[in-house]
Each structure stands twice: as structure tokens, then as C-alpha cells.
């Protein structure tokens, strides 16, 4: 409503071609933060990918500039350059400059595609500060520039293509540091995930990336497809049985899965709608989990496996340990938003059902010994999350009264409203103590954990949940935990991890990080997690007192004391409860000086297999990474 409490018809803003886009950036990118930014190069990427979907493209080629300007090149048919008579401008021009524009409506150019609004790149020239897009088909190489969506010229030839160089599309873009406001930089290990998982999903399509800032590349071609992504997944892992792959067509749509069972407690699984990469999942998903379980419970009874007296397995108990990719190729997927992080076609989870039933149902009958293997394993789960249950609801009960909620080395805030108040979790007694003293009392409280708490990823559920400390946090955090986490429960707006900066304290935090991500993953995707970064260094000269976090810190304010350097008082930090409650408050604790890490996963798929690696049973990846990385270790006490 306007201000002057008028309203009339001047007050409607009509906006014109891509200054939608302009305006609100995350109704077509999801933002302006380095997710969105990488969103940038997901969506010229994926029309590139479309290519290669429809058969026509072999080789992606994405480059990152020196100046973080980003190209991306295929060897694919291309964009059309002929003018359309409609809008008596090039068709290049039109995909680029128009909302809703591409040959993804089902005009026949593409039988299955990601982009299906025609949405993606125009968005991406919106939000760049300059793009250009050059063109290679019939002999000749034509050329368009924009800036900030607009062209500066009509489309022109500016050479014809030398003998040996094939068709394809060369798109470069800068992103607006306009719109794009924080100091954001492409991170090359986050890209490379991406493509990684878009090679595995486009079987025989070669994708190559070089990061020309540091000169690190990487080149993806993978024959396998989803099975060698299963099997990357799981090579940290002890199988139970060979990878189960299907790959089959129902009604227009091609549908892919691959499943394997392992050792692990938990399910990695993760979905795929024309190789993007469904997080939060869908139909597609669903339809795969369903009749997993289904073909499990079917074949365990059928066997006598499962006793007459036996429930049946549940969802829950058949994911234990589970690997599993679904993807599907859809001429029409339906997606949740542009950002398409879900699928919504309902016919989809008929098919997939049908698919791996048939299929998974098929490997069980012909492999007696890994189906006895895995409903074995399933057994084993169902008692285990029995037992579970009994505990999570002995913690429920003690939870029915607020007195009894909060664990008793819990100093709680008198701050009743979530969204203003912190916890800290901070290593022992002597940090708690200081902590206890130095905080703001009205809106931060502190719960202290004795030693290091338990390694969920080499335990259960029912054994998670008999640790002392365990229990304190989900109690203090009062969310629940696992199947039964609700984020309506939380009561700190703010988790930081506050442990000492060395060896011990880098080990309780990654122990943390690992429960948090394993049993509390929301609560790290909507921003609540943060990690405390306690000074290392304390610099005392005459009436001036210094804190450094970093050597690089360290040696900044040792260089501007000048002459007197040499007279300072140079202490390390080897805990926090070396400080005094006044040090703690102003260095780690005060919102004014401190400074919190935001806790963020860019890669699900790689935070999984990292997790695994360094936390799991297997002992000779962890070894081989400890030895690759040793040299870059820093502040390390021994």
C-alpha cells in the first residue's frame, strides 16, 4: 500500500524484458549469494548438457577466467541465428534477451531437456555485467554482445570457420558485481562436484574444466555412468554385493538407478530430473524408496526370512547402509521452482516403482546370497531403531516437563525468543567455566561436553542415544533427532561450536560437525550452525593489547608496532580456558568483535564421501589423505 494512504494506477510498475530478473534475482537463481552465483554457471552448463541429452554434443568445455568471468563452450548443435519473423530479430537474440524463449516447448527440438522454461540463460545475461555468445554452424562464426542483458549490437559474422572446427556454442559471461553485491569468488571444488555428478548422469559425455586463476583443472568422462557413480560413492566403503543397474524406457521417459548395500549406518541417495540434480528429491525419489522397501518386505516373507510374527520392515530400516542413484530423462518434467531442486511429476513414481521392483526384485531371486545379505542387514536395523525408539522415547518422556528438559550442566539465557539467542557448545568444564562468566546472560547460554562424544558414523541410532553428552545436546537444542528432528523445537536461533585451536579441539569439532550432518542436517541447511574462531595469538606492548586469529594476523600487527615488536609480549593460546572470562567475551563471545564461521553444505554428495573417509572404518583412505595434505597443516600442537 502506498505511503500517502493513495493507491492508483500510476502506482503499477510494469517491468520491461529482464528487468524482472534484475529486480528479483531469486525468483530465477535462488539469490545473490555464492550458491546463486555458482547457479550462474549451472544454467549455461545445462544447456550444454541438453545438447549432449539430444545427442548431438560430445565435449563441454567450462572455462574460468582471471578476471572471474566464466566461458562455456560445446561442440553441440547450437543456438539458431536465422532472424524469426515474429519479433524480426535473431533467434540468437531473442533466446538471449527474452523470458520464456528457447526450443524446449515442444516444438521438436529437444526430446528431453533441464531447461524447459526458457528461463536459464536469458537469466544468466541479466544478471551479468557483460556476456557474449558466439555461434558456430553453417561455415560461419557469428558473434553478439550484451551488457547487463541488453545487446550492444545486432548479431554479426565475424569470420568463417577454419577447416576442423565443429559446430558448438561459446558462451562468456561476467557476473554483475551490481547485483552480485558481497566479494564472491567462484570455488573450483564446488564447481567441480557439480560437473562431476553431471558426467556420471551423461554417460560418454566429456566434460573439461580449468580454473584459470590457479591453473587447476579437471576432466570428467565416465562410461559407467550411475554404476561408477555408485561406486565412487562407495570406495571408502565395504559392499555387500555387486552394483544393482537398470536402465529402461516407460512412455517417453528413460529411467536410470543404481543401488548398492554397504556397511555404513546411513543412506546416501540422491535423484536426478535430466541430470539436474534434485535435492530435495520428488517423485523420482519416491517412487525408488517405495519399492525398495516394498520388494524387500515381499522377498524376506517369501523366503522366510521374516517370520509370520515379524512386522515388516519399515522405510527406515531398508535405507540403512543404502547407496542409491535414481535419474530419470523427462520430454516434460515438472519442477518445484526454477531453481528445480524437486520433482513434482505424478505419473513418474508409478513408473520408477514399477522399474526397480522388477528389476531389483530380479538381482534378489538370482543372488541368493547378497539378498540373504542384505534383509539380514535390514534385520539387523529394525532391532537396532527398536531399541532406538525405546531410548528417543525415554528422552521424550523426560522431556514432557521443562524442568526436566534441560540437562543440568546446561546455563541457559533468559531470552525466551529463538530467533535472538545463541549456544555455545564449548570442550570441558575449564572453557565452560570461563564462558559461563564472560557471556550476556539475557540472550547466550553455554553447555559444556565432557571430552569428546561419541563417532556417530561408526555407531547406530540406539547407541548414539545412550551417550551422555548425546542426549544433553539434543535436550538442550530441543529438536528431537533423526526421522523425529523438527526444526519448530529449536530454541537457539545460533549453534556455535566454540573448542580450543588445536589437535583435541579440531577432533571434538569434527565429531560435532559429523553428528550435525548425519542427524540434524537441517539445522546446517537453514543457516543455524556456526563455528566460534577463538584467537591463537595474544600481543601485549605498553598500554595496547593485540588479539591475532591467524599468523598471517600475528605478523600484521607485529609489523605495525614498528620498532617496538621487538618489546612485545608474543603469547599462544593453547585453550580457551586459558583465557580469562573478560578475554573470551571480547574476542570470541561479543557480536561486536567476534568472529562466527557460517557451517554450509555446497555439495551433499561430497560432504557424504568426506565424511565417510575421514570418520568411517576404513583406514587406508584416511591414511592416503592425511599424507596428500600433510604439508598445508597449520597451528598444529604436538
Known sequence: MAVNGSYNAKDIQVLEGLEAVRRRPGMYVGGTDIKALHHLVYEVVDNSIDEALAGVCTRIDIVIHPDSSVGVTDNGLCIPVDIRPTEKKSALEVVMTKLHAGGKFGGGGYKVSGGLHGVGVSAVNALSEWCEVEVCREGQIY?????????????????????????GTRT????????????????????????????FVTRGTTIHFMDERTNRQMTFYFEGGLTSFVRYLNRNRETIHPVVFADKQMENIGIEFAVQY??????????FANTIN????????????????????????????????????????????????????HPDPQFESQTKV?????????????????????????????????????????????????????????????????????????????????????????????????????????????????????????????????????????????????????????????????????????????????????????????IAQPPLYRIAYKNQVHYAYTDADKEKVLKSLGAGAEKASLSRYKGLGEMNPTQLWDTTMNPLNRTLLLVTIDDATEADRTFDMLMGDAVDPRKRFIQTHARSVRNLDV
Open 172 to 199: 562468456t559471461f561476467k557476473f554483475d558485481p551490481i547485483i552480485f553485491t558481497e566479494a564472491q569468488e567462484y570455488r573450483f571444488d564446488t564447481l567441480t562436484q557439480r560437473f562431476r555428478e553431471m558426467a
Open 342 to 530: 524437486k520433482l513434482m511429476n505424478p505419473e513418474v513414481q508409478t513408473y520408477v516403482t514399477q522399474v526397480v521392483v522388477e528389476s531389483f526384485l530380479t538381482f534378489l531371486e538370482e543372488h541368493p546370497q547378497a539378498a540373504k545379505a542384505i534383509v539380514a542387514k535390514c534385520l539387523t536395523s529394525a532391532r537396532a531403531r527398536d531399541a532406538a525408539r525405546k531410548a528417543r522415547d525415554l528422552v521424550i518422556r523426560k522431556s514432557a516437563l521443562e524442568s526436566l528438559t534441560l540437562p543440568g550442566k546446561l546455563a541457559d539465557c533468559s531470552e525466551r525468543d529463538s530467533s535472538k539467542t545463541e549456544l555455545y557448545i564449548v570442550e570441558g568444564d575449564s572453557a565452560g567455566g570461563s564462558a559461563k562468566q564472560g557471556r550476556d546472560r539475557h540472550f547466550q547460554a553455554i553447555l559444556p561436553l565432557r571430552g569428546k562424544i561419541l563417532n556417530t558414523e561408526r555407531a547406530r541410532l540406539d547407541k548414539i542415544l545412550g551417550n551422555n553428552e548425546v542426549r544433553a545436546l539434543i535436550s538442550a537444542l530441543g529438536t528431537g533427532v533423526g526421522d523425529n528432528f523438527d526444526l519448530e523445537g529449536l530454541r537457539y536461533g545460533r549453534v556455535i561450536i566454540m573448542t580450543d585451536a588445536d589437535v583435541d579441539g579440531s577432533h571434538i569439532r569434527t565429531l560435532l560437525l559429523t553428528f550435525f550432518f548425519r542427524y540434524m542436517s537441517e539445522l546446517i541447511d537453514e543457516g543455524h550452525l556456526y
Open 262 to 271: 554397504t556397511d555404513a549406518y546411513t543412506e546416501s541417495v540422491y535423484s
Open 278 to 329: 534434485t535435492v530435495d528429491g520428488g517423485t523420482h525419489l519416491t517412487g525408488m524408496r517405495t519399492a525398495l522397501t516394498r520388494v524387500l518386505n515381499d522377498y524376506a516373507r517369501k523366503s522366510g526370512l521374516l517370520k509370520d510374527a515379524d512386522p515388516n520392515f519399515s522405510g527406515d530400516d531398508t535405507r540403512e547402509g543404502l547407496t542409491a542413484i535414481i535419474s530419470i530423462k
Open 143 to 167: 558473434f553478439q554482445r550484451y551488457e547487463r542483458g541488453r545487446p550492444t549490437e545486432a548479431v554479426k559474422i565475424i569470420r568463417k570457420m577454419k577447416k576442423g572446427e565443429t559446430t
